[in-house]
């Protein structure tokens, strides 16, 4: 159980276009999820916070307008990546907690399998 | 803030040896969650264990333990018998309990690398 998957696994688009990023708990409902950049050999850098139904809190330093992050559902989370530049290239991952059972929630953390991202 | 400590960046050790890698942590909480994490080639994020703050008994998974020392703030990750499938990084993570929302607060990471 517990499986976060993210799609696409790698992309590839020219600067200027914008790149949206599929996050999805497949076998349980997700009320937080998190999204991550890394760099090669660097470690994760937390982007944002999202409750499902509500605006994502994105830490300092993030712009909010370049990375859009909507989460509709309690299954589902996109980043968009808009106006994509080269030094937006990054490995981008989420993870997807706050799993609600009866009335306990958990905020254990289920991490996808990633998403690099390169612009060209 | 919370902040996490790697002062390891590379680790090395030979194929059914022990190694020991190194995390620290401040924070003024009392109760909290640390985890270790394992990234492989792959970058698929592996929790290897987790340790509740409030347990003084240290956690065990197999042939991975931890040294939790709750007053040093330290929070060392000790893999026995090592195996060339150890190799990756490994993360440090830090989780307060409470409104946060699980956030995790990762340390740099240490690149473990095994030698048949």
């Known amino acids: 159980g517990a499986v976060v998957s993210q799609h696409p696994s790698r992309v590839i688009c020219k600067s200027g276009t914008s790149v949206k990023i599929e996050c999805r708990s497949l076998?349980?409902?997700?009320?937080?999820m998190f999204w991550y950049r890394q760099f090669p050999k660097q470690s994760l850098m937390l982007m944002a916070t999202s409750n499902e139904g509500s605006k994502a809190t994105y830490e300092q330093g993030v712009e909010k307008d370049k990375f859009l992050i909507n989460h509709a559902s309690l299954t589902l989370s996109t980043l968009t990546v808009t106006s994509a530049h080269p030094e937006d290239s990054s490995f981008y991952i989420c993870?997807?907690?706050?799993?609600?059972?009866?009335?306990?929630?958990?905020?254990?953390?289920?991490f996808g399998p990633g998403t690099r991202l390169t612009v060209t | 803030a919370q902040t996490v400590t790697q002062s390891q960046p590379e680790m090395s050790v030979q194929e059914a040896e022990t190694v020991t890698l190194s995390c620290t942590y401040d924070?003024?909480?009392?109760?909290?969650?640390l985890f270790w994490y394992k990234q492989p080639p792959s970058r698929q994020m592996i929790l290897v264990i987790r340790q509740e703050a409030y347990k003084q008994q240290n956690a065990t998974e197999n042939r991975f333990s931890v040294n939790f020392q709750k007053a040093a703030k330290s929070f060392s990750l000790k893999i026995s018998d090592s195996q060339l499938g150890d190799a990756a990084m490994y993360f440090c993570a830090y989780r307060s309990l409470g409104n946060q929302g699980g956030k995790l607060i990762f340390g740099q990471g240490t690149e473990l690398s095994v030698k048949p």
């Open positions: 993870s997807a907690g706050g799993q609600r059972t009866g009335f306990y929630q958990s905020y254990e953390q289920y």
């Open positions: 924070t003024s909480e009392s109760d909290y969650y």
């Open positions: 076998d349980f409902q997700a009320t937080t």
